[in-house]
Nanobody, 124 residues
Framework: QVQLEESGGGSVQAGGSLRLACTFSGSAFRTLDVAWFRQAPGKEREFVAGISWGGGVTYYANSVKGRFTISRDNAKNTVYLQMNSLKSEDTAVYYC?????????????????WGQGTQVTVSS
């Protein structure tokens, strides 16, 4: 059984930075692709960034490319999302997801395991 827990959310002013962490329980973590999604009030959940099981492949939504960086530390069973130059439109609940995908998938249906989410609020 794989369980995920996000941490690191909070409130920050526009232009600031936050680092989210997703910590996994279960030995299967090292075989899973991992992604971050976000959901703003009244909007659908959207893909933010993803990383392959070995860390060699990463993929970003155009809206965060150049500002966010996803990485993983398999020894610590943790995936990180470093968010820089935050904008008010980045405000959302951020979810960590894991699954076995052919490539770094951007669809929510590609991921079998989900965390509870962590709130990120960016004020302008």
């Amino acid at each position: 059984q794989v369980q995920l827990e996000e941490s690191g959310g909070g409130s920050v002013q526009a232009g600031g930075s936050l680092r989210l962490a997703c910590t996994f329980s279960g030995s299967a973590f090292r075989t899973l692709d991992v992604a971050w999604f976000r959901q703003a009030p009244g909007k659908e959940r959207e893909f933010v960034a993803g990383i392959s099981w070995g860390g060699g492949v990463t993929y970003y939504a155009n809206s965060v490319k150049g500002r966010f960086t996803i990485s993983r530390d398999n020894a610590k069973n943790t995936v990180y999302l470093q968010m820089n130059s935050l904008k008010s439109e980045d405000t959302a609940v951020y979810y960590c997801a894991a699954g076995t995908t052919a490539t770094v998938a951007t669809l929510t249906s590609s991921y079998a395991y989900w965390g509870q989410g962590t709130q990120v609020t960016v004020s302008s």
